[in-house]
């Protein structure tokens, strides 16, 4: 099997770049995309040659970026379950409602899928360290990745970030620091660093692989529904780096006419406490602004400004999507309605779509016959805080 990739391109001036050397953003600032010689994946591989191939992500090897496939770094990564919700969407009047469950990957998050091609390909390229600022779990995806390729990784975090992913990066041996402010103050700190260490500079689309890792999510959904798109998937935005992702995915699917042309509407979910995406297409701008003090129990969507905003929001006006805001309240409730009526125990990121599908259902922008896929991102026993419970204790000699 082997990568058609071509070049890498810049979505913004369409300068083009070699993809055997390392480049990190484009000279205009502006992330850069993977492109792929579809015309010669397409004589290579089809969806026939694919239903074979083992159930992890490299199933889609073609379509990825990794030349060499000694240089692949695996834990098992992707293929996860896209089960359906029968008994909530009969409840709330859903067509059919799926859940894409990214919870039960290595490390417990769809991270694993980003940081194992951004890995395999940093590997490629005889890169011997990687730094990047997390909100936690893409720390602790790169950091247990990175010591499975034996590179040394160096990790900025949030202070309050999830302890139990500040306790994975350490214990996969990556030099962590924590920051008193947000994943945009640690940004703003490595950027600073790295020119005196020249490390790889692994931050979200700072590296142009890890999106390559996340669209293998909208692969795997279409290749589950029988090569069928659904009309709505619906995704939990932080960096938005899974929107764009999957977004790209779609039209590389409808190039190689594995899809037809339609494609199904994108949503970006995202905490009212921190919803610049959703303010800026509220205001049909191309460009989000920087939403101050935000502050969200689901910590993995607390990016107050995004280095991809403009393709995110791309991808929501091209796809007659839309971009919707819930409350912290309604996400801490949609976690338990999930576990309690579906055993869905999944982490407060995804919690938010389902809070978001909900809304979306009930004003009729989903329509009561259309299929939507909600993405859960990660576990719910990766947040053992965001819950607590007052339980009655049992005397020792009682009975219940
Ligand atoms: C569980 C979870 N969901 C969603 C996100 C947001 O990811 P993206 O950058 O693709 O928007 C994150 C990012 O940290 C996360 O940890
Ligand atoms: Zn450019």
Redesign the pocket.
């Given at each position: 099997m082997k990568s058609f990739i071509s070049a890498l391109v810049c979505p913004k001036c369409q300068k083009r770049y070699d993809h055997r050397e390392i480049r990190h953003l484009c000279e205009c600032g502006s992330p850069l995309l993977v492109e792929y010689d579809l015309a010669g994946a397409g004589k290579q591989v089809n969806p026939l040659a694919i239903k074979s191939r083992p159930a992890s992500l490299w199933r889609y090897a073609e379509l990825l970026p990794v030349l060499d496939t000694s240089n692949i770094v695996t834990l098992g990564e992707g293929w996860t379950p896209l089960h359906t919700l029968d008994r909530l969407g009969a409840q709330y009047g859903f067509g059919t409602l799926y859940l894409k469950d990214?919870g039960i990957i290595p490390t417990g998050?769809?991270?694993a899928r980003?940081a194992a091609v951004g890995i395999s390909k940093a590997k490629e390229l005889g890169v011997r360290h990687v730094a990047m600022p997390?909100?936690?779990?893409?720390g602790a995806a790169w950091s247990v990745y990175a010591a499975r390729a034996g590179i040394a990784a160096h990790i900025l975090m949030p202070e309050d970030a999830p302890l139990i992913?500040r306790n994975e990066i350490v214990a996969a041996g990556a030099e962590v620091h924590l920051v008193k402010g947000l994943?945009s103050d640690c940004g703003k700190i490595l950027a600073r660093s790295i020119p005196a260490h020249l490390w790889y500079d692994a931050s979200?689309l700072k590296e142009p692989y890890r999106i390559e890792g996340?669209k293998t999510m909208g692969y795997e959904i279409v290749e589950q529904l029988g090569w069928k798109v659904p009309d709505v998937i619906a995704?939990?935005?932080?960096?938005?780096?899974?929107?764009?992702?999957i977004y790209k995915a779609l039209k590389e699917m409808r190039e190689l006419g594995w899809i037809g042309e339609k494609l199904p509407r994108l949503v970006?979910v995202q905490a009212a406490g921190c919803a610049p995406i959703v303010e800026a297409f509220q205001k049909k701008a191309a460009e989000s602004q920087f939403f101050p003090n935000s502050q969200t129990v689901?910590?993995?969507?607390?990016?107050p400004k995004?280095l991809?905003d403009s393709l995110?929001l791309e991808s929501l006006y091209e796809t007659g999507g839309c971009a919707i805001a819930v409350e912290d309240t309604e996400i801490l409730e949609a976690v338990l309605e999930l576990a309690r009526t579906e055993g869905c125990f999944i982490?407060?990121?995804?919690a938010a779509v389902f809070a978001a599908l909900k809304k979306l259902r009930a004003g009729d922008w989903l329509k009561a016959h259309e299929s939507a896929v909600l993405l859960n991102?990660?576990a719910g026993i990766?947040y053992p805080g965001a819950l607590s419970f007052d339980l009655p204790y049992c005397p020792i000699d009682g009975s219940v």
């Open positions: 990214e998050t769809f991270k980003g997390t909100n936690g779990n893409a992913t994943i979200t996340k995704y939990p935005a932080g960096g938005g780096v899974g929107l764009i992702g970006a689901a910590f993995g969507i607390n990016v995004a991809g995110v982490c407060p990121e995804g991102t990660g990766k």
